[in-house]
């Protein structure tokens, strides 16, 4: 009688841990995944309207965030993960929490990332406590880092894209400096050291050796009184006349 009993105690405790837990994936939604800090945080604006309040910060997200696009938390950018899947926007429309629970009962197990900031499964992964503690309970997991986890510095998990960085600028500025030194350097013409540079020819670059103003056009002068015309002196003429 007693063994009977115990099995009944032992039996309806694990329908009603499985119940619970249906239950719990099941109402999921929203508020579930909401985070106070993180929205104000991430909006100044909100800040200095409602300080810390998480009611006030909800109301708001419900109210205005979710048109503005606004991010209310380190789990899941809503908007993002609706737009990435059209067949879950023609089942849910605007039932924001119908994503949420798709998204802990389904997505996760159907590789969806897109809009997903953060991955309860290799955050359990990573830590052996949490996962000792919650097994593969999602919902409890994500809660455990939303109380816990950020506060405590733990990373594992957390699917941040990082940014594009580009190194164009430095280097176009250094190969840019670089070929104006070519660049300047390539106009001088090149001096022997200890000697002085050669002259360039005056009047024109003629590429050939003449002396400095003396071209074709400016032959050497002759000598004087010295032509075809006129033969240099010499002994003076004889003729048979003379003899």
Known sequence: MKNRTKKFVVLGMAVAMMASSTLCVSATGLRDVFNAKYYADSYPDLKAAFGDNEEALYNHFIAFGLSENRQMSPIIDIQAYRAAYPDLDAAFGDNWDAYVEHFFAFGMKEGR????????????????????????????????????GIAEGRTAGVMVKESETTSSGGSSSGSSSDNSGSNSGSTDKPVTPGKDPQPENPGGDSGDDSQPGVSDNNPQPEQPGVSDNNPQPGTPSVSGNDI
């Open 113 to 148: 990332t897109e809009g997903i900031l953060f991955n309860p499964l290799e955050y359990a992964a990573a830590y052996p406590d949490v996962a000792a503690a919650y097994g593969d309970d999602i919902l409890a997991i994500t809660e455990h880092y939303l109380t816990f």
